[in-house]
Structures are given as structure tokens and as C-alpha cells.
T-cell receptor
Framework: KQEVTQIPAALSVPEGENLVLNCSFT??????LQWFRQDPGKGLTSLLL?????REQTSGRLNASLDKSSGRSTLYIAASQPGDSATYLC????????????FGKGITLSVRP | DTAVSQTPKYLVTQMGNDKSIKCEQN?????MYWYKQDSKKFLKIMFS???????INETVPNRFSPKSPDKAHLNLHINSLELGDSAVYFC???????????FGEGSRLTVL
């Protein structure tokens, strides 16, 4: 059974700081891993999807890495802005083409102006 | 042009009532899902359909019944609502799983 852990649960940083959000998973036989952003009262927005054959994916100021052997993924946010304040969730499947995603509990990020 | 849309956005109802939530996706995806996010914000899958066929059915009370009339629609019907059913229910879709997941805005259910 896949378990996904995100620590810490909350993080507060000053604007402009580069930061890393961590995600660990127990079953490394994953098909892919996804990072999402959730704003209060809203749905989840997909940020990055990393396939199992990839080591990292980049989108703008975001870079996600995947290390299957160690069961870890990181989301790097460069030059953080107050608009980056949200909850960031990672999700990993249990394996197989029709498997379910297991979500971490998320990291609530606050970027102070 | 919303990719995954669900209605209603808010539902307030009494215990014992029956309610439905509808979901539609215009992304041409094969797979649709229902997720439940509880008061502690923990997100857990309930059901998944692939081309109208049920492929994932988590341990969910049988008061919850999903229905997929076609691959673009997945509805959730809940009978005999209980206080513990209060949560936000999210619909999502992807290409044949587990592809990139796209979520609706959520339907907040409050059972009084």
C-alpha cells in the first residue's frame, strides 16, 4: 500500500526566498508522481507531472525532481512571491495502469511580503 | 471554458436526505474519479470509472452510488445522508490512469 508523507505541514518564508518542499513515498514502483497546488476553497491545480523515467520537470519558477530509489520527490520554488501562498500536495500511484493516487496531507506555504 | 465542472458547488441538507452531485469533463479523458476531502483537508479516492466501467471502488458505504452515463460524465448519488458525510467532494479526470489529473472546483456538502 502506498503511503505519501509531506513534512513539515506548514512553512512560512519571506518573499524572494528560494524554497524546497519535500515529499516521500513508500512504494517506489510508481508510474509517475504529481504535484498540485490548492488555494483555499478551491480545487486542485496540477503543477507538474514527472514520469517514472524522468528525473525532473520544470515549469517557470517551479522545478520538481524525482528519486524513485530513495522514495523522494522535491518541489523547488525559485524567488517565492506572496501569490505562491497555497497548499502544495504531492500524489503517487500504487502502481499499475489503472491504479489510484495516494495524496500526501500537503504543505501549507505562506510567503510574507 | 471549464475543463472539469461539477454542480452544485454548495449543498446544505438535513440528515436522512438524498442528494446528487454531477460532474462533466470536456477534456476527452477516459477516466473519471470522485475524491473526498475531509475537515482535516485529507484527500482520499472514493471511485474511479474508465470508459463508463467502475475500476476503483474504495471502502465507501453503499449509500454512495456513482453513475457514469458516458465517459464525459460521472455523477455521485448519496442516500440517507449522515453528519459524517459533510466534506468537500471533488471530481477529477485523466487520460487512462494514472495520467495527469485535472480537478473540478469541488462541491461542499454540509449535513445538518
Amino acid at each position: 500500500k502506498q503511503e505519501v508523507t509531506q513534512i513539515p505541514a506548514a512553512l512560512s518564508v519571506p518573499e524572494g526566498e528560494n524554497l524546497v518542499l519535500n515529499c516521500s513515498f513508500t512504494d517506489s514502483a510508481i508510474y509517475n508522481l504529481q504535484w498540485f497546488r490548492q488555494d483555499p476553497g478551491k480545487g486542485l491545480t496540477s503543477l507538474l507531472l514527472i514520469q517514472s523515467s524522468q528525473r525532473e520537470q520544470t515549469s517557470g519558477r517551479l522545478n520538481a525532481s524525482l528519486d524513485k530509489s530513495s522514495g523522494r520527490s522535491t518541489l523547488y520554488i525559485a524567488a517565492s512571491q506572496p501569490g505562491d501562498s497555497a497548499t502544495y500536495l504531492c500524489a503517487a500511484p500504487e502502481g499499475g495502469a489503472n491504479s489510484k493516487l495516494t495524496f500526501g496531507k500537503g504543505i501549507t506555504l505562506s510567503v510574507r511580503p | 471554458d471549464t475543463a472539469v465542472s461539477q454542480t452544485p458547488k454548495y449543498l446544505v441538507t438535513q440528515m436522512g436526505n438524498d442528494k446528487s452531485i454531477k460532474c462533466e469533463q470536456n477534456l476527452g479523458h477516459d477516466t473519471m474519479y470522485w475524491y473526498k476531502q475531509d475537515s482535516k483537508k485529507f484527500l482520499k479516492i472514493m471511485f474511479s470509472y474508465n470508459n463508463k466501467e467502475l475500476i476503483i471502488n474504495e471502502t465507501v458505504p453503499n449509500r454512495f452510488s456513482p453513475k457514469s452515463p458516458d465517459k464525459a460524465h460521472l455523477n455521485l448519488h448519496i442516500n440517507s445522508l449522515e453528519l459524517g458525510d459533510s466534506a468537500v467532494y471533488f471530481c477529477a479526470s485523466s487520460q487512462q490512469g494514472p495520467g495527469e489529473l485535472f480537478f473540478g472546483e469541488g462541491s461542499r456538502l454540509t449535513v445538518l
